[in-house]
């Protein structure tokens, strides 16, 4: 036993008497002592802050919300405003007419998702229309016929008085629904005098849930009365002793204690409170308590701890690494030349040794380097010979792409130009007798001595010949699409004005549209009036495919030489057996009698003259994408040009 315990003492001996541990023990000790001194000095300092930046964040979240609550009531009466000046609603307010005023007023409290009911009452201060949002279903509900007329912001409002915030009035009042931020303002008649007054309101709850959620992290809201005898609104959740020994903390701050904040005890856990006058339009509407709980100060303190310990271990670790990479140094060449023979044997052929040594190690270096580059020549001109070879399939397989496209326009320009002669031949024939069938039931109903039975037979028959007057002036559209009437103009413009013609089917059809338009004008070349009838086309295909309302995205984006105009529903998609077939003449999925199937096919030839192209992705049940690429400048105006 004894001569294997003189070996490892030999062996202890050596490493502690050897280069590598006398590098890295002072360089240990040293970061020891300094991390220790570190950690307590530091640690002092951060507390101290946290505790001081806890308060301000206190007085800030308080700042915040009063902001933001002042932001909305701007809002409101910006809603208000547009209200009250919507063309039409004095004069039924003083017809006393709720249909017209909810006809009015609906897309406003409909699209608004900023305030949760608009207020209509007469100069007597009677409900005339209230149209609210269930806070629940989101449906929008009507109540009429409430009196108005006792509460103090009626009275100011049918009183016409100004201060010097102006005419306009808010307030709290207290719904079904809860404590509801009310602004409100006059209406005038023509001779100037009032004939009644608007509201719009925000529930109170909802709007400090939303300030919460955005812009506080930690903090909770509490809005007291102006008297501090009941909470208005709060996003704390009740707890099972109720707010009253909250309410009590707050009775007993007085105004010399406002600027502070306040211990208190909530949940059977530690809380910091801060209280404030919650003021609008310079009336003071209560009292906005800030809550924020004391075992944040706790626990960032802990943390700021851990972090710092955290740092200088790994600081002491680092400068360990160092010490023993010096001490690796002597061997240092043998094992890079070790690690460059793995690489070289793992395929990494770009590797040289780097080592400029007169010794045999030198030597061995420099057989390496000339074996690598050997090797590196031979990879090189296989890899080449390989990169020309997927290069020619690439090559191939774009040439065969574009014979395929090629083939697939020239069979759908055969067949626009074979049914658009049948259609041409025709069109006339059938034109003249309906035009003749319709006139002469319009005649007939003009006699006053046909018999009623007789009469809506008839005037069945004209309504069929009207109908089908329109399908052959649409083939007689399809057979005659006329050569594109170029010039130069902002294709956001067409856009927009494409929008506006199909503004009513859409709204009807509840869908919304995201517009994604550059902000500067697009100028392009193509005939303006045939790009609206594709767009329309398009839009009114889009809009059908969502009878259920949903979402119709338009996007322009552009390059150099062309420009790209996306338009996306959420419908209910293309089947995958009828992409194929959608830009054929007559064919169409809709039912009976809602379509003919011409329009993507008027729509692919008036691309396809513009020498650009459609294309379409779509995924059932999720909606559809139709893509118009369209060049920027028309080949045949180029070369006019050059």
Avoid at 204 to 210: A, E, T
Avoid at 226 to 238: G, H, Y
């Amino acid at each position: 036993m004894e001569p294997r315990q003189n070996l490892r003492l030999v062996a202890l001996k050596a490493r502690l008497s050897g280069l590598q541990f006398k590098l890295i023990v002072p360089y240990v000790l040293l970061t020891l002592i300094i991390a220790g001194i570190g950690i307590f000095v530091i640690t002092r300092l951060v507390t101290s802050s946290i505790r001081e930046r806890f308060v301000n964040q206190l007085y800030e979240s308080a700042r915040v919300t009063s902001d933001a609550i002042v932001r909305h009531e701007r809002l409101m009466l910006e809603i208000l405003r547009q209200a009250a000046f919507t063309e039409g609603v004095t004069e039924a307010i003083m017809a006393k007419d709720p249909a017209r005023l909810e006809e009015l007023l609906a897309p406003v409290a409909a699209v608004r998702g900023d305030i949760d009911s608009i207020t209509i009452f007469d100069a007597r201060g009677v409900e005339l229309l209230t149209l609210g949002k269930d806070p629940n279903s989101h449906q929008l509900l009507k109540n009429q016929g409430g009196d108005f007329s006792t509460l103090e912001l009626t009275q100011n409002i049918l009183a016409g008085t100004s201060d010097a915030q102006g005419d306009k009035y808010v307030g709290l009042l207290t719904t079904s629904y809860g404590a509801t931020l009310v602004t409100g303002a006059p209406v005038y008649g023509p001779a100037g005098d009032v004939v009644g007054g608007v509201m719009v309101g925000s529930q109170l709850q909802k709007l400090l849930n939303g300030i919460k959620a955005q812009d506080l992290a930690l903090s909770d809201l509490v809005v007291f009365d102006p008297q501090r005898q009941s909470i208005i609104a709060t996003t704390l959740v009740t707890p099972d002793e109720g707010f009253e020994p909250l309410i009590d903390e707050v009775k007993q701050i007085s105004g010399a204690e406002l600027d502070k904040s306040h211990p208190l005890e909530l949940y059977n856990r530690d809380f910091q409170m801060t209280l404030t006058e919650l003021m609008l339009r310079q009336d003071q509407l209560g009292w906005l308590g800030v809550i924020l709980p004391s075992s944040y100060v706790v626990s960032a303190e802990a943390t700021s701890r851990n972090v710092f310990v955290l740092i200088f271990a790994i600081g002491t670790v680092a400068i360990v690494m160092v010490g023993y990479l010096i001490s690796q140094s002597i061997a240092r060449p043998i094992l890079k030349l070790r690690s460059l023979t793995q690489a070289v044997a793992s395929g990494d052929l770009n590797q040289a040794s780097g080592l400029n040594r007169s010794d045999e190690i030198g030597e061995l270096a420099d057989t390496f380097d000339v074996m690598t580059s050997k090797l590196r020549e031979r990879t090189a001109e296989a890899d080449r010979l390989y990169e020309e070879a997927i290069q020619r399939n690439i090559e191939l397989a774009e040439i065969n792409e574009r014979l395929r496209s090629t083939q697939l326009q020239l069979i759908q320009s055969e067949k626009l130009a074979a049914i658009g002669q049948l259609t041409a031949g025709i069109v006339h024939d059938v034109k003249n007798p309906l035009t003749v069938i319709k006139g002469v039931a319009e005649l007939l109903l003009y006699e006053d001595q046909l018999d009623p039975e007789v009469k809506s037979e008839v005037s069945l028959i004209r309504e069929s010949a009207l109908k089908a007057n329109n399908i052959v002036s649409d083939l007689l559209k399809f057979s005659r699409q006329s050569k594109p009437e170029m010039g130069e103009q902002d294709i956001c413009e067409t856009i927009g004005i494409a929008l506006r013609l199909m503004a009513y089917p859409i709204r009807k059809a509840h869908a919304q549209v995201v517009k994604e338009l550059p902000d500067q004008p697009v100028m392009m070349t193509y005939d303006a009036q045939q790009i609206e009838q594709v767009l329309v086309n398009i839009i009114t295909n889009a809009v059908q495919a969502m009878p259920e309302g949903g979402t119709l995205k338009i996007k322009l984006s552009q390059s150099d030489n062309h420009a790209e105009i996306a338009i996306q529903d959420s419908g209910m998609g293309i089947l995958p057996e009828h992409l194929t077939r959608i830009f054929d003449p007559f064919f169409t999925t809709k039912v009976d009698g809602e379509g003919t199937g011409l329009g993507l096919s008027v729509s692919y030839g008036i691309i396809s003259n513009h020498s650009g192209r459609i294309d379409v992705e779509s995924v059932v049940g999720q909606g559809s994408t139709f893509t118009i690429i369209l060049p920027m400048q028309h080949p045949e105006l180029t070369e006019a040009q050059s």
